[in-house]
T-cell receptor, first 116, second 109 residues
Framework: SAVISQKPSRDICQRGTSLTIQCQVDSQVTMMFWYRQQPGQSLTLIATANQGSEATYESGFVIDKFPISRPNLTFSTLTVSNMSPEDSSIYLC?????????????FGPGTRLLVL | QKEVEQNSGPLSVPEGAIASLNCTYSDRGSQSFFWYRQYSGKSPELIMFIYSNGDKEDGRFTAQLNKASQYVSLLIRDSQPSDSATYLCAVNMISDMRFGAGTRLTVKP
């Protein structure tokens, strides 16, 4: 498994501002993922972040709104830009670990975001 | 059709009973299957994974996989109030992992 930390753990932000969420893992990993989980809902994948390449975004998510950095194998950031109340959610990073065909995802503790 | 479907719940069982959580998936080529537990306000925690047809037991938890039926389940024996949580089924498909909507389980003392 992997030990994953996220900063901040929670924040309250004003509409129109941006927030950058950091994800740090205790070992080198190739694949990192960013998810959103709205209250009472399941996980929605925002994007996959591989070190050394552009993030791959899922349908409905765009780089201008959710820019991602992946400067090395242990760290990634997700920025939520020009926030609106609809962006209020829990944002989770996860990493993939395990052997071929046994890849497993482990999640960070999440960042709880409230946009006023 | 959703890629990963779980029984909608909520599911309520008395303490000591067996809780049965079910999941079906659409991609016949999927190779690995996972159950996560998520307590309210917390992030998902991996509790079981299974790759081969049949049963896999870990303490009070048993995962069952039937690839022909594209079906995976989680049985929790001797359910405890501390098992009350949302359980997410996840399937590793060719391109990425997909999660079900989750089943909320309540174990009543």
């Amino acid at each position: 498994s992997a030990v994953i930390s996220q900063k901040p753990s929670r924040d309250i932000c004003q509409r129109g501002t941006s927030l950058t969420i950091q994800c740090q893992v205790d070992s080198q990993v190739t694949m990192m993922f960013w998810y959103r989980q709205q209250p009472g809902q399941s996980l929605t994948l925002i994007a996959t972040a591989n070190q050394g390449s552009e993030a791959t975004y899922e349908s409905g998510f765009v780089i201008d709104k959710f820019p991602i950095s992946r400067p090395n194998l242990t760290f990634s950031t997700l920025t939520v830009s020009n926030m609106s109340p609809e962006d209020s959610s829990i944002y989770l990073c996860s990493v993939e670990a395990g052997g071929i065909l046994q890849e497993t995802q482990y999640f960070g503790p999440g960042t709880r975001l409230l946009v006023l | 059709q959703k890629e990963v479907e779980q029984n909608s719940g909520p599911l309520s069982v008395p303490e000591g009973a067996i809780a049965s959580l079910n999941c079906t998936y659409s991609d016949r080529g999927s190779q690995s299957f996972f159950w996560y537990r998520q307590y309210s306000g917390k992030s998902p925690e991996l509790i079981m994974f299974i790759y081969s047809n049949g049963d896999k037991e870990d303490g009070r938890f048993t995962a069952q996989l039937n690839k022909a039926s594209q079906y995976v389940s989680l049985l929790i024996r001797d359910s405890q109030p501390s098992d009350s949580a949302t359980y997410l089924c996840a399937v590793n498909m060719i391109s990425d992992m997909r999660f079900g909507a989750g089943t909320r389980l309540t174990v009543k003392p």
